[in-house]
């Protein structure tokens, strides 16, 4: 892959709640790494991994009295990046590293890496469904992935692979019968596939235990910018409506990690035998397979023929079911060449400071 240039003004995915904890946690996001963990009274915290005196990682070091010592020399860092704590004498003004803003929503700790002021709550999508645990039973689950978070991005809105590639979710024959559209709104892409007459999938199977066997299935796709997916699968049968049958909205939320790995937020709700907690176990295990096992693969060696090279650079043949997953490109592009163009502007006319020799 050509080096990556991220949405940085945005919201993402840094972790699931409970994996915040007393302890430090280091994950790298966008290329940089950053050291989490919750301060005394259980707010998260979020700073740059490198120690600015010899650039170890903190994460290695230890929590004391709130602040994070580095595992080096000792120096210790707080909650906003200052230098509380130099063993070895004053503390140099320079002692501080990077803060981050954090949002705790639902269930997960969002991280904007972009301007601090910029940051504003309300630029969350909607993902709500997922942390709505008296309508919905949930499962969620955390992936690594080794793969480009574009990449990933093109096959969750890529809604014709699913017969070819998943045994758990797809039909092998229903191609010829599924209907493909594509909406935008502003800057949300709605990817929809509808599949009349169509058998029910072995995730179905088991959450519809009905003598029906064909219905009309849905798969109806939401992106937003940057790389925050949610997915509404659902099964009625033959021209009924959508809301008697069983329903399972997902959130497929990704976070890149570095040009060619990134980090894959899931989370499934169901509506039907919501206290079933085999069945649960089920759909983690199924949904955990169809990626790790199904998908991953795919992509991973898609990425290697393209031999790091950007996909558009390559000029890919485009079928009309890529239509959304285009469409997200060109809006993420535009986004992040807006906010480069603005960080330009505001460099050329921040105040110079006059050096003397």
Known sequence: MQKTTYLRNAWYAAAWQNEITGELLGRTLLGQPIVFYRDEAGKPIALSDRCPHRYAPLSKGKII???????????????????????????????????????????????WMGDPAAADPATLPDFSIIADHDNYAIVQGYLHVGANYQLITDNLLDLSHAQYVHKFIGNTDSNERNIFEMKVE???????????????????????????????????MRWDPPCHLMLDVGFTECGRPTSEGPSAPSAHILTPETENSTHYFWAVARDSMRDDAE????????????????????????????????????????????????????????????????????????PQVETRA
């Open 279 to 350: 069945l649960s176990k089920k759909i983690w295990q199924g949904i955990d397979t169809a990626f790790r096992l199904e998908d991953e693969p795919m992509i991973v060696d898609c990425q290697t023929r393209m031999e790091g090279a950007d996909l558009m650079s390559l000029n890919p043949v485009l079928l009309t079911t890529d239509a959304a997953a285009m469409r997200a490109r060109r809006l993420l592009a535009m986004r992040i060449e807006k906010e480069q163009a603005e960080k330009a502007l505001a460099s050329a006319q921040a």
């Open 186 to 220: 502003g800057d949300t892409v709605w990817a929809y596939n509808t599949m009349p007459n169509e058998p029910l999938t072995k995730l179905f199977q088991l959450m519809w235990r009905s003598s029906t066997t064909i219905g009309d299935r849905r798969a109806h």
């Open 65 to 111: 009295d709130g602040a994070i010592q580095c595992p080096y020399h000792g120096l210790r860092f707080g909650p906003t990046g200052a230098c509380v704590h130099n063993p070895h004498g004053s503390i140099p003004k320079a002692a501080r590293v990077g803060a981050f803003p954090l949002l705790e929503k639902y269930g997960l700790v969002w991280i």
